[in-house]
């Protein structure tokens, strides 16, 4: 593998990539699921779904909506504070459980998942259950592929974001970069569900407004916010593979904020094993450990964010791309 053509910050001296990260071979979790399996085929048992994921999901939705029907007059720094120290926790949960959702991990049935998805987005406040699954599943089957896979930044990120100012603005603004990315670089034309998600979720929205009021929907609005920008839980879209180690695409998380985001920490086991319910992924550690300890991974998704912000040799092209189209 390769790194683009570099230059040098004049009045730093810092060396800042002026292109991705390229390589030419496959992905690498294929090759070690098949490797893992064949040593390990208990691992198999893992599969299926979290029986308990309806609850969960329950729970953090009624909680979150509770919340903002309270909050109908509450002052703005009241609303402000809880958003963040709160509700993002609880909206970046639901997030991620429509990331868990979209490997249908909750039911057996597709269907039934898409309608808990549907579901974990309503405090959200912005349909995209449906629309995130579509993008998400090909990040598993094509990583880094060049013009298909919509997690890694555009071009224009990489050649606008290149100080500690920019990526700043860049992190807190990075849900934004990351829902809109697909909509401009390779938008998909919206079926039926989408018009279904679109639809369940302005009601709920319009329905919060008549009788809560717009704080309540502003509280929503704001967890979202906040807790997808500078926040710790916004720290895993950074670690998962922004290329801090040569020749690493993937990075695992090993902290706490675990229990509270489906354990997407766990992020080489999961592009391992995408069928296995985040609850599980550490037994995957626990059974083949010689395959992940060797590997960099982070403890602290602020300081990840920290790392991100204050190295200057690191921005949007610290990720890795290939032109491989890879199919499982």
């Known amino acids: 593998m390769g790194r683009g053509e570099r230059r ?35 691992i198999k048992e893992l599969f299926g779904p979290d029986h308990w994921a309806f609850h969960k999901i329950t729970v953090a939705v009624l909680l979150q909506l509770g919340t903002a029907a309270l909050l109908q007059n509450a002052g703005w720094t009241k609303i402000l504070l809880i958003s963040y120290f709160f509700g993002s926790f609880l909206n970046h949960n639901l997030f991620l459980a429509i990331h868990e959702l979209s490997h249908n991990l909750a039911f057996s049935t597709p269907v039934l998942n898409r309608w808990l998805g549907i579901f974990a987005n309503l405090p959200i406040g912005v349909p995209m259950s449906v629309t995130f699954q579509k993008y998400h599943l090909e990040h598993h089957r094509f990583q880094g592929v060049d013009g298909v896979d919509m997690d890694v930044p555009s071009l224009i990120e990489g050649r606008v974001v290149t100080n500690i100012f920019t990526k700043t603005i860049w992190v807190f603004l990075q849900l934004f970069f990351y829902a809109l990315r697909p909509v401009f670089l ?94 599980k992924l550490h037994k995957v550690k626990e059974i083949a450990p010689e395959y992940y300890e060797s590997l960099a991974s ?9 790392m991100y912000i204050m190295d200057r040799s690191v921005g949007p092209f610290s990720r890795m791309k290939r032109k491989i189209q890879k199919t499982e």
Do not use: C
């Not at 001296?13 to 208990?42: C, N």
């Not at 982070?298 to 920290?306: F, L, T």
């Open 186 to 279: 390779k938008p998909k034309p919206p079926g039926w569900w989408e018009f279904i998600n679109f639809t369940i979720q302005i009601a709920l929205d319009v329905a919060m407004v008549h009788y809560f009021g717009w704080k309540s929907f502003a509280y929503l609005i704001l967890s979202t916010f906040v807790g997808g920008g500078m926040h710790p839980m916004a720290g895993h879209f950074i670690s998962e593979h922004y290329v801090f180690k040569p020749d690493q695409e993937t990075y695992s998380y090993y902290g706490p904020l675990n229990y509270l985001t489906w354990h997407v920490g766990f992020h080489n086991e999961h592009h391992d094993f995408p069928r296995i319910p985040g609850s």
């Open 8 to 42: 040098e910050e004049e009045e730093e001296g810092v060396v800042m990539s002026t292109d991705f990260f390229w390589s030419y071979t496959d992905e690498p979790h294929a090759s070690r699921r098949r490797e893992i399996l064949s040593k390990y085929p208990q």
């Open 298 to 306: 982070y403890r602290s998704w602020s300081q990840v964010i920290y």
